[in-house]
């Protein structure tokens, strides 16, 4: 069946960056999405980003430009995050999900939604 | 951006109860909206996908209806195990955005 698994938990100084992983089974690596999504203690669901694993193309939110940076490893079929310059305010529970929809030249990532999700890494920003 | 507004923000109701949950976008996103039930601790879930088809192995008490700009959740009969958080999700183009949420707890 399709897995997502992420890495464990992670503490880190502000200023500092983090990296996170998501591996990947199951399925074709390089037919479908991979997003990432983060939740903040206390606030809603906020979307971060998108990789196309097959070619590497990425797009992320506004507010995460410059500060995210999303790659793949297709030969361990592995998705990861970087967030840098952290501040107090990345601490969060940070999500990859898949779109179930393979990817298609026509239409790239609009239209899809998340299933499944891997089960979340706590990310930790304290000095 | 797409702005996504979810209302109410929160809301008490009793087992059994028959419950809606809106979602509001602007501009128009045709039908590119997605509905997910988010416990503590847990990954959301997906509960209903372009606007009103049901992923497979929700409950048929789910439903998902609307589009354009006005969509809604609705949970026909209540069930102990539905009381969470939940989400609508925007993917018109490639810069999604999520509701801000609406808490649904116990009566």
């Known amino acids: 069946q399709v897995q997502l698994v992420q890495s464990g938990a992670e503490v880190r100084k502000p200023g500092a960056s983090v990296r996170v992983s998501c591996k990947t089974s199951?399925?074709?690596?390089?037919?479908?999405?991979v997003h990432w999504v983060r939740q903040a203690p206390g606030q809603g669901l906020e979307w971060m980003g998108v990789?196309?694993?097959?070619?590497?193309?990425?797009t992320y939110a506004q507010k995460f430009r410059g500060s995210v940076t999303v790659t793949r490893d297709t030969s361990t079929s592995t998705v990861y995050m970087e967030l840098s310059s952290l501040r107090s305010e990345d601490t969060a529970v940070y999500y990859c999900?898949?779109?179930?929809?393979?990817?298609?030249?026509?239409?790239?990532?609009?239209?899809?939604?998340?299933?499944?999700w891997g089960q979340g890494t706590l990310v930790t920003v304290s000095s | 951006d797409i702005q996504m507004t979810q209302s109410p923000s929160s809301l008490s109701a009793s087992v059994g109860d028959r419950v809606t949950i809106t979602c509001r976008a602007s501009p128009s996103i045709s039908r590119y909206l997605n509905w997910y039930q988010h416990k503590p601790g847990k990954a959301p879930k997906l509960l209903i996908y372009a606007a009103s088809s049901l992923q497979s192995g929700v409950p048929s008490r789910f439903s998902g209806s609307g589009s354009g700009t006005d969509f809604t959740l609705t949970i026909s009969s209540l069930q102990p195990e539905d009381f969470a958080t939940y989400y609508c999700q925007q993917s018109y183009g490639t810069l999604y955005t999520f509701g801000q949420g609406t808490k649904l707890e116990i009566k």
């Open positions: 999900a898949r779109d179930p929809r393979p990817y298609d030249f026509w239409s790239g990532s609009q239209g899809g939604w998340f299933d499944p």
């Open positions: 199951g399925y074709s690596f390089t037919s479908y999405y």
């Open positions: 990789i196309n694993p097959g070619d590497g193309g990425t």
